[in-house]
């Protein structure tokens, strides 16, 4: 495609050179040359635009999942500093929570039963109960999944996990997860490749990457 391009372009070179070097009259008895070398113009930048389209696409893909990644991530951040905010005495709040549901995840007390399905949301952990941060819920854009089963969670059922922060404990994970030392999340789109938001156990540190050439996490 791109040899094409150029060649064209090099019979528009030689054109310019051949107007060039023609009188008046004889430019304007040259008038049916100049119509082609518009329609070759035109032709060019047709193929140019369309070879350009599928590049675009999936740029515009890639930058949509990072930003669902952030999103993610500013989630989890919001539960950690809810766990941190100060409180007066007699608090019954032990912890916040922010839960994870996969693609295949239902629940017949939800109207709909699927109305969790790729999504995450914020809840506090009382003594006796939890509930929900009210306008916490996120679904995930169209075509995008959670990557289960959340291995890191081996709490949860195979469409669910949690990463719970301590009130007492000042935002530190209370999660019994065993010897694992980081939560992974994981979101694909498609063919392309999958991005997940870490969340470390020991330090708490939340990091968004990419998925590497090569690399067989998705």
Do not use: H
């Amino acid at each position: 495609m791109l040899k094409i391009a150029k060649n064209c372009l090099k019979s528009l070179r030689i054109g310019s050179r051949f107007l060039a070097s023609l009188s008046v009259s004889e430019r304007l008895s040259s008038a049916s040359f100049t119509l082609i070398e518009l329609l070759v113009t035109v032709f060019i930048i047709a193929l140019l635009s369309t070879a350009s389209i599928p590049a675009i696409r999936q740029f515009q893909r890639r930058a949509d999942l990072k930003m669902t990644a952030n999103e993610i991530r500013s989630a989890v951040l919001e539960a950690k500093n809810y766990s941190l905010a100060p409180r007066t005495g007699g608090t019954k709040i032990q912890s916040y929570s922010i839960v994870f549901y996969g693609p295949g995840y239902t629940n017949l007390a939800d109207t709909p039963p699927d109305r969790r399905k790729n999504a995450y949301e914020i809840v506090e952990n009382r003594e006796a109960d939890t509930a929900e941060i009210p306008g916490s819920l996120k679904k995930l854009p169209q075509k995008t999944d959670f990557l289960t089963p959340f291995d890191w969670d081996t709490d949860q059922a195979d469409n669910k996990a949690e990463i719970r922060f301590g009130v007492v404990k000042q935002g530190a994970i209370i999660n019994e997860w065993g010897t694992v030392t980081e939560a992974q999340i994981k979101i694909k789109r498609g063919t392309e490749k999958c991005w997940r938001v870490k969340v470390i156990r020991a330090t708490g540190g939340i990091f968004i990457e990419e998925q590497k050439d090569g690399e067989m996490i998705c």
